[in-house]
């Protein structure tokens, strides 16, 4: 027993040997990424957080402590524009996650069509976020742009859109809605491996479509729900390219999307200490917003233990 | 009672059809703007098609802005985007393959490492990385948009991860006995058998990076480095008033690429993220 025991230890040891090294090499891309792209960046941007880092002027930057992060709350824009990435991430983010699910279920029939219309609803995930489509939806919201000619026809007044700080958040939240193809692919996904004798067993016991719906359809969705929810929730808060290139945060900052108002202090103004300060700030909040939704997932998530 | 089934059958193909169509609505109308008149389009008129067909604004687009054409964009958006997307399948595939095969000290923590970079917005690196990227020379280069991309991609490793958990480990055993190393492993058993995984992250990467356009404006401020996204945009600031008609032509050429490798792939972006499933 000793004896075999030993010579397993040794055996295992030299086999625990290799691996180590074999899992290093292949996990070495990583290694030096997650070091050079992550780590060093962030912990770079944490100390130039507290200073006074400017591209604008030359020499070295002076240590001032927490006041960026002071100044944070004096910016009127700054606090504006935490209140506009709040507003289209909670309206964007469940209204197309409500409708990737719907898309998804709608396409679940067993027909040979159903592949082929999950890539035409594909389409606008495909190419929603190019410069072209954007331009293309600018257009599409202008003072004598379609939607409007599209009110008219219905016998409603044209809006002006861009020109209204109230109102031209929403096609920017529009635009992000309609590219819900990818969490509707992963949707389909999982609405594939729920057992069809589940869904027997409901309609035995008398269940009607809603029921069904709410009683197995969700919990079971409800693992794919939450990583869904938490991927659009983070690439929400990252939105840039169309509030940069519709509205460049205007009329009266009504657009201004935290990132682009990162952007505008580092590159525009050259401000980059004040800048680390806001993508720090924004760090946490993101990790606060994941961290309630990992927690409260443990209230709605099912998993097959359950 | 079969009447009635046909009859709900044809409702629901038209329903999907007419709803994809208002879907794709915005794309067709670029490019049936790619062949109408300045007028025309600012008019804003609902309809496809162009009241009368005009072909040049293609010729006009593709002459560029200040004496640069359209090839160098599209030239230079193509090879970033393509090294980008090589670098990202074959890096991701091997950190996948050590994450999720071997068991070495240390992989639950870069395992963990890789999960926090996921759920790290990108934007919050973007003022530090680009400040590092200043220190070494390297703002104005393509280096910043390629490099990174050789380092793994987390999102696609953690696909990959899902879907090398759906090979069986009984083939590494045969392999093994059969004295093949875990080197040969990766490249005889598991890289064949994740083919479904590679074309999915093939797709969605070239057309994340082809379209993306923080990274360009971010790095590259010669316009003879332009990417296409990049131009598109300066074209449509260019003029005073801008051509719209040559705009839309310039978008839709820039779209055909990922249309191209979209039409290609399809089927395995459909069902590739379905058999990755998501577990737990």
Redesign the interface.
Known sequence: MDKSALSLKVDSQKF?H?????????????????I???L???L??LY?SLTNYSMMTKGQPDFIGIKNYLNLFQDEIFVKSIGVTLKYVFISVPLKLAFALFVAY??T?K?R?V?L????????S??G?????T???K??F?R???F???MV?LGLDAINWFGDKNLALYPLVLMSV?QFG?SM??F???L??IPESYYEAARIDGGNGLQIFLRITLPCLS??IL?NL?MQT??A??A??QA??ITGGGPDNGTMM??LY??LH??KYGN?GY??AM??F??VI?SII?LIIFKTSKAWVF?EAD | MKTTKSIKKIAYHFFVVAFGFLMVYPVLWMVSGSFKGNAEILRGGLNLIPKELKSSNYATGWKGFSGITFSTYFWNSLWITLLATLGTVVSSALVAYALSRIRFKGRKFWFTCMIATMLLPGQILMVPSFLIWHKLGLVGTYVPLILPYFCGQAFFIYQMMQFMAGIPRELDAAATIDGCSKYGIFFHVILPLLKPSIVTTVIIQFYWKWDDYMGPLLYLSDPKKATASLAIKMFADSASTTDYGAMFAMSTISLIPVFLIFLFFNRYLIQGIGTSGLKG
């Open positions: 625990l290799r691996n180590e090294f074999v899992g290093h090499v292949f996990a070495a891309p990583f290694v030096f990424g997650f050079c792209f992550s060093i960046p962030i770079t941007s130039y709608l396409l029939r027909s069509l592949t219309y999950r890539s035409l609803y594909y389409i606008p495909l190419v976020g190019s410069v072209a489509v331009l293309v939806w257009q599409l202008a004598k742009g379609l409007n000619a599209l026809n309609w990818s692919i992963i389909a996904a999982g594939k491996e693992p794919i990583y938490i983070i690439s808060f990252m840039f390219t940069y290139i935290y990132a990162v952007y580092a590159i980059m800048a680390c993508s720090w924004m760090l993101m994941t998993t």
